[in-house]
């Protein structure tokens, strides 16, 4: 395959060579039980898609990704990915799917060193809440998800970042 460089501007035949050329790797990977080449292909065309716009094939390389990742255990990766997703999710106004995925994210770093990614991950989902409270007109979803924020992670309890963010 062509490799990908993120930053080259491609047109919609150099970038459909370049997935249709790891979707073909992938197959033999997978026949060989290599995952994590796997994993990797399929987050990369996730990356061409995103790049494209083309956001439905991106989560749906992502989502695939994720679980390839799972597969050989390699969490740090699949959250990496899983990040992503979110990512895109609120950028599309899926609000509650990018919250969930967020919160989700938390609930599973338990990991020490992953304390600062923590409070970006809360901060975005924080933000997805008051979007949320704010289409309702009702804030008391987003306050009491700021309680349970500020419960899973001392740093972003507070701290300026989350009393910024009170929707009392």
């Not at 699949?78 to 950028?91: F, G």
């Not at 975005?124 to 804030?139: N, P």
């Amino acid at each position: 395959p062509i490799p990908c460089v993120p930053w080259q501007s491609q047109t919609s035949g150099q970038y459909q060579r370049r997935v249709h050329g790891y979707t073909k790797a992938i197959d033999q990977y997978i026949a060989s039980d290599r995952f994590l080449s796997v994993a990797r292909l399929q987050s990369d065309i996730g990356k061409l898609y995103e790049d494209n716009k083309i956001l439905d094939k991106a989560l749906k390389h992502y989502n695939e990704a994720i679980g390839s990742f799972e597969l050989e255990n390699n969490t740090a990766q699949a959250r990496k990915v899983k990040v992503k997703v979110a990512d895109i999710l609120a950028k599309n106004g899926e609000y509650r799917k990018a919250i969930d995925l967020y919160e989700a994210i938390c609930r599973n770093s338990s990991d020490d060193r992953l304390k600062w990614s923590l409070k970006s991950h809360l901060m975005k989902a924080s933000i997805c809440q008051l979007v949320l409270g704010a289409k309702k007109d009702d804030m008391s979803e987003a306050t009491a998800a700021f309680a349970k924020y500020e419960d899973w992670s001392e740093i972003f309890c507070g701290k300026r970042k989350s009393t910024d963010c009170d929707a009392r």
